[in-house]
């Protein structure tokens, strides 16, 4: 797929570029970063221009993942990152992001899942959006649920964290949830 850019009332969420590196070396020195998502620790320069060179833009080559960057409108400053991630079942993506230390409970990353969340059901034909974060990461599942996903429980060993299984919340969003058209018909379960 060809990279889009999406838009928002505050942000602009932009396919990451390689002179995003220094700013995304700056934001992922910070330990919940490292600590709660998966980038590598320590977080060296090299990762953040691997990222932003390479691992990012072949996401978007193959289809496979569609990592924004997620920019201030006006002054362009990034505020950090939000990940659609392509799973084995049809119609079905994961979100992964992470906010900036700097800019974090002003409701940036909120808005800009919700943005992603829609492209996701209206672009990819999704039909369902998970967001799974390790128990304990509580400011991830506070955006998960002003986003308007639905939490569905706790999985037992759910991620796999730099090397250490851990158990993870899970929740989803579906096409419904946001006034929109799914493509395949759901039936929930009855009861």
Same mark, same amino acid.
Request: hydrophobic share 40%.
């Given at each position: 797929?060809? +990279?889009?850019? /999406?838009?928002?009332?505050?942000?602009?969420? %932009?396919? *990451?570029?390689?002179? =995003?590196?220094?700013?995304?070396?700056?934001?992922?020195?910070? +330990? =919940?970063?490292?600590?709660?998502? $998966?980038? +590598?620790?320590?977080?060296?320069?090299?990762?953040?221009? *691997?990222?932003?060179?390479?691992?990012?833009?072949?996401?978007?080559?193959?289809?496979?993942?569609? =990592?924004?960057? !997620? $920019?201030?409108?006006?002054?362009?400053?990034? !505020?950090?990152?939000?990940?659609?991630?392509?799973?084995? /079942?049809?119609? @079905?993506?994961?979100?992964?992001?992470?906010?900036? %230390?700097?800019?974090?409970?002003?409701?940036?990353?909120?808005?800009?899942?919700?943005?992603?969340?829609?492209?996701? *059901? @209206?672009?990819?034909?999704?039909?369902? &959006?998970?967001?799974?974060?390790? !128990?304990?990461?509580?400011?991830?599942?506070?955006?998960?649920?002003? @986003?308007? *996903?639905?939490?569905?429980?706790?999985?037992?060993?759910?991620? /796999?964290?730099?090397? !250490?299984?851990?158990?993870?919340?899970?929740?989803?969003?579906? +096409?419904?949830?946001?006034?929109? &058209?799914? @493509?395949?018909?759901? /039936?929930?379960?009855?009861?």
């Amino acid at each position: 797929m060809e +990279p889009i850019t /999406l838009t928002t009332e505050r942000l602009l969420l %932009r396919p *990451f570029a390689g002179g =995003d590196a220094d700013e995304i070396h700056a934001a992922c020195q910070d +330990p =919940d970063i490292q600590r709660w998502t $998966v980038v +590598p620790s320590p977080y060296s320069h090299a990762d953040a221009e *691997f990222f932003a060179e390479k691992q990012s833009p072949g996401g978007w080559h193959d289809d496979s993942a569609y =990592d924004f960057a !997620v $920019v201030l409108r006006g002054s362009r400053a990034l !505020v950090g990152a939000v990940g659609i991630i392509r799973r084995n /079942l049809p119609g @079905t993506y994961e979100v992964g992001f992470w906010t900036a %230390r700097e800019h974090r409970g002003r409701g940036y990353t909120s808005e800009a899942v919700l943005a992603a969340a829609r492209w996701t *059901f @209206t672009s990819l034909c999704g039909d369902r &959006l998970e967001w799974r974060a390790e !128990v304990g990461n509580g400011p991830s599942r506070a955006v998960a649920l002003k @986003t308007g *996903f639905r939490m569905e429980g706790e999985q037992r060993s759910g991620l /796999l964290n730099k090397g !250490v299984r851990r158990d993870a919340w899970i929740g989803a969003l579906i +096409p419904s949830d946001l006034g929109l &058209l799914g @493509t395949d018909t759901y /039936l929930p379960a009855a009861g």
